[in-house]
């Protein structure tokens, strides 16, 4: 009995350390509620094209257009390190990827997705939704 109970004992000992947050990061909720007119003559949001909207979100949001009735949108925040005032991603010359200034994670606008750097998570993704006329973009 008392091989036994020192066995289960380090069993749960061997294991208790593989019960971690797999989640290395954390972007806090911020309510975010808007509308964009893409189509306005004043609009440069066009198919494949973006726009930053600063005052919005945890660090910004990046809106990106997919196609004429599809858009993304996602927090400036960079994955990796999201507590860091200047980790707040940027979209390079091409125009579809977004680069970590801090960290060089780069992300593909087109799903949020990492392809290199040290980040893992993709982007906090808002959600958006079009009528025509406007894109809503909301959490």
Do not use: H
């Not at 290395?24 to 808007?34: A, S």
């Amino acid at each position: 009995m008392k091989y036994l109970l020192q066995f289960i004992i380090l069993f749960m000992l061997l294991f208790a350390g593989s019960c971690k947050d797999e989640t290395p990061y954390t972007i806090p909720y911020v309510p975010v509620g808007f509308s964009v007119y893409p189509n306005s003559l004043d609009s440069d949001l066009g198919v494949s094209r973006y726009k930053y909207f600063l005052r919005v979100g945890y660090r910004g949001i990046v809106v990106y257009r997919l196609a004429m009735d599809q858009f993304m949108a996602y927090d400036r925040a960079c994955t990796f390190d999201s507590q860091n005032l200047k980790a707040i991603i940027e979209v390079d010359a091409t125009g579809v990827v977004a680069k970590c200034p801090v960290c060089g994670s780069q992300y593909l606008l087109t799903d949020g997705y990492p392809f290199k750097g040290p980040a893992t998570n993709a982007l906090l993704k808002y959600q958006t939704s079009w009528n025509g006329f406007q894109v809503v973009i909301t959490n």
